[in-house]
Each structure stands twice: as structure tokens, then as C-alpha cells.
């Protein structure tokens, strides 16, 4: 129970109205995730809405560290930052716009509908994800979906690549062979990361 409402107070501290500095850890990530800033893209297709979230070391430790007050551990700042540094990673939430009467995204109604989404989007789809900077294809790093089993509106993978220096163009690719879904494309440009805010702690 502690642990929920740490994470609840966290999530009102950073969905709260009004200004915000964007150079704290909770005004960080509010700025990363308005899609005014590009660094939050939406593909809609016939069927499904995919929300891609770039996300930085800087944003992956901001979401990991940060504590109920809005702030982070200086020395724990470093440490994430330190294992963090040359990577990037993703975070791919997916949805059906109909959510009734199927079994992709959210309701799970049928078994062996339920089994083949799992084993798809759980080992599968890992390959089906690619990320192209400069034309080179980057090394996958790591892949988790978090199926929800119902219990919300979205199905979330994390997919983290291996990258030199992330303040150059990023172009996401996924072809979701499960909903049949070819070539949902998210781009984040050199001019959008180089101008994200620099945390103060």
C-alpha cells in the first residue's frame, strides 16, 4: 500500500495545472511527456493508437528516483546517469480505438487470443522494432511489455537501443505484425533533443 501511494502522489505532482519549472525532476518529465515539445508522438491508424515516448538517461532516471517531495537523490542521480549513458529507450503505449467485442489492446475475452497477443508482443515484436540514426540501424538493447490484462486502456513495451549520441535525428519503426499494422513511424529530430531542459537538482 506504501508503495502505491508514493506512486499515486507522484503522479499528482506531476499532473498538477499551472507553470512549472522545467529544469526540476517533476517539471522534466511533464515537459518530455506534452507532445507540444515532440518528444511525446501519436500514430493513429484504422483500428489502433500508439503513443511513443522518447525517453533520455535523464528522463528513465527522473521516472525511477523520483521521490513523493518531486526531488531526487544527487548521488543516485549520478550513479542511474552513469548506467544509463549510451543507451535510449522508447516507451510504446497501445490501445484499440474500439475497445468492445476484441481482444487486441486492452479486453481479454478469449484465451487463445489472449495467449497469441502475449507471445507476440511479450518475445516477438522485440524484432520487429528497429531505429535508425544517420542510416545505421542501432543495437537493441532491451524489450518488456507490461501486459495489462484489462485493467487499463493501454498495453506498454519499453524497447531500449544502444546509441553514441542521442542529440542526433532518432527514427522509431514498428511493424506490428499482431494487429497487421505495418510501419507506425515515430521521428524525434537533433533540434527537439538538443533543446530538452538541463535538470538542476
Same mark, same amino acid.
Given at each position: 500500500?506504501?508503495?502505491?501511494?508514493?506512486?499515486?502522489?507522484?503522479?499528482?505532482?506531476?499532473?498538477?495545472?499551472?507553470?512549472?519549472?522545467?529544469?526540476?525532476?517533476?517539471?522534466?518529465?511533464?515537459?518530455?511527456?506534452?507532445?507540444?515539445?515532440?518528444?511525446?508522438?501519436?500514430?493513429?491508424?484504422? *483500428?489502433?493508437?500508439?503513443?511513443?515516448?522518447?525517453?533520455?538517461?535523464?528522463?528513465?532516471?527522473?521516472?525511477?528516483?523520483?521521490?513523493?517531495?518531486?526531488?531526487?537523490? *544527487?548521488?543516485?542521480?549520478?550513479?542511474?546517469?552513469?548506467?544509463?549513458?549510451?543507451?535510449?529507450?522508447?516507451?510504446?503505449?497501445? *490501445?484499440?480505438?474500439?475497445?468492445?467485442?476484441?481482444?487486441?489492446?486492452?479486453?481479454?475475452?478469449?484465451?487463445?487470443?489472449?495467449?497469441?497477443?502475449?507471445?507476440?508482443?511479450?518475445?516477438?515484436?522485440? *524484432?520487429?522494432?528497429?531505429?535508425?540514426?544517420?542510416?545505421?540501424?542501432?543495437?537493441?538493447?532491451?524489450?518488456?511489455?507490461?501486459?495489462?490484462?484489462?485493467?487499463?486502456?493501454?498495453?506498454?513495451?519499453?524497447?531500449?537501443?544502444?546509441?553514441?549520441?542521442?542529440?542526433?535525428?532518432?527514427?522509431?519503426?514498428?511493424?506490428?505484425?499482431?494487429?497487421?499494422?505495418?510501419?507506425?513511424?515515430?521521428?524525434?529530430?537533433?533540434?527537439?533533443?538538443?533543446?530538452?531542459?538541463?535538470?538542476?537538482?
Amino acid at each position: 500500500m506504501k508503495k502505491v501511494a508514493s506512486f499515486l502522489m507522484i503522479m499528482l505532482l506531476l499532473s498538477c495545472g499551472g507553470s512549472y519549472d522545467h529544469n526540476s525532476p517533476a517539471g522534466f518529465i511533464r515537459y518530455m511527456e506534452d507532445p507540444a515539445n515532440g518528444c511525446c508522438r501519436t500514430v493513429e491508424t484504422n *483500428a489502433m493508437i500508439y503513443k511513443i515516448q522518447l525517453a533520455t538517461p535523464q528522463y528513465m532516471a527522473c521516472r525511477e528516483l523520483i521521490n513523493k517531495t518531486g526531488s531526487i537523490d *544527487a548521488e543516485l542521480w549520478k550513479k542511474r546517469l552513469a548506467e544509463l549513458d549510451g543507451t535510449v529507450f522508447f516507451i510504446v503505449k497501445m *490501445a484499440r480505438k474500439n475497445k468492445e467485442n476484441t481482444t487486441e489492446g486492452t479486453s481479454m475475452t478469449d484465451q487463445e487470443h489472449a495467449a497469441q497477443m502475449e507471445a507476440y508482443y511479450g518475445q516477438l515484436a522485440a *524484432a520487429d522494432f528497429s531505429l535508425i540514426q544517420n542510416g545505421s540501424e542501432l543495437q537493441k538493447l532491451a524489450y518488456h511489455f507490461e501486459n495489462n490484462y484489462g485493467l487499463s486502456p493501454e498495453n506498454t513495451i519499453i524497447i531500449g537501443f544502444s546509441v553514441k549520441n542521442v542529440q542526433k535525428d532518432l527514427s522509431l519503426t514498428f511493424n506490428d505484425r499482431y494487429t497487421h499494422t505495418p510501419a507506425i513511424k515515430a521521428e524525434f529530430s537533433q533540434s527537439t533533443i538538443s533543446q530538452l531542459p538541463n535538470i538542476q537538482l
